[in-house]
């Protein structure tokens, strides 16, 4: 189980589908076309009749070479959304953001899930999770999405090993492995074949009770292996490599349009499942 305030997610069941909401004028695939309270608001409203389970809200950009804003700046711009969201929508938001600040600021405006992407367990958001009883998403992101890294002893066994990590300090923070969600980092750090291989062998980074996320939406590996160059004509892409996770164990996925990649997850899920998502 899955668990984030008012929201419980039981893990194995179906897939869950994350939409993508970029308030930011900036990010790789659509910024721009939601960074006002109006359009993020009609959009989630979207998302969410489409059937997505979390609304994933992001007010700083993690694509190659964005400006990153300070703390204070991402308050400033995610604050008057936030509030709107969590009042109108039926479903968990979630906030995407590595700022201890801006965690506690979104979960009194109301957020479910914290997803950080900054490649490292914060036992401070930790313990702002485990007060609000929050979910906390930890992602593996050895040096962001403009660089790669070397792994000696091979992609898998690097993030695995990390997620291990990740376990046992949120087990000395308190922090409950079923608020716990843990993310391969997909197009972080690393190179077009390491990305290939995560999806290959998924089966070892899924842990019995923890939830597992796959983030590959859009993203420059899919173009690559699709030979799609334009962003946003990448969902079909999207939806092969995260089938390819869904059969290795994971329980979410985090998406840009939900409509596609919930028609995937359904199929995916009667394959590996045995059952519909819905």
Known sequence: MFRARDFEFPLGQRTYIMGVLNYTPDSFSDGGLYNTPEAALKHALLMQEQGA?????????????????????????????????????????????????????????????????????????????????????????????????????????????FFLDSLTLAAQSGLDKSHLCLDMGLGFGKKYEDNLELFRETQWLKFKGVALLAAGSRKRFVGRASGVEDSTQRDYGTVAAHTAAIAGGADIIRVHNVSVALQGARVADAIYRGKTNG
């Open 53 to 161: 389970d979390i609304i994933d809200v992001g007010a700083n950009s993690t694509r190659p070479d964005a400006v990153i804003l300070s703390a204070e700046g991402e308050r400033e711009r995610i604050a008057p959304v936030l509030e709107t969201l969590c009042r109108s929508l039926d479903v968990a938001v979630s906030a995407d953001t590595f700022y201890p600040s801006c965690a506690k600021a979104a979960l009194e405006a109301g957020v479910s899930i914290i997803n950080d992407v900054s490649g490292v367990f914060n036992p401070e958001i930790a313990a702002l999770c485990k007060e609000y009883g929050a979910g906390y998403i930890v992602m593996h992101n050895p040096c962001g999405s403009a660089q790669t890294a070397e792994y000696p002893g091979g992609v898998v066994n690097a993030v695995r090993s």
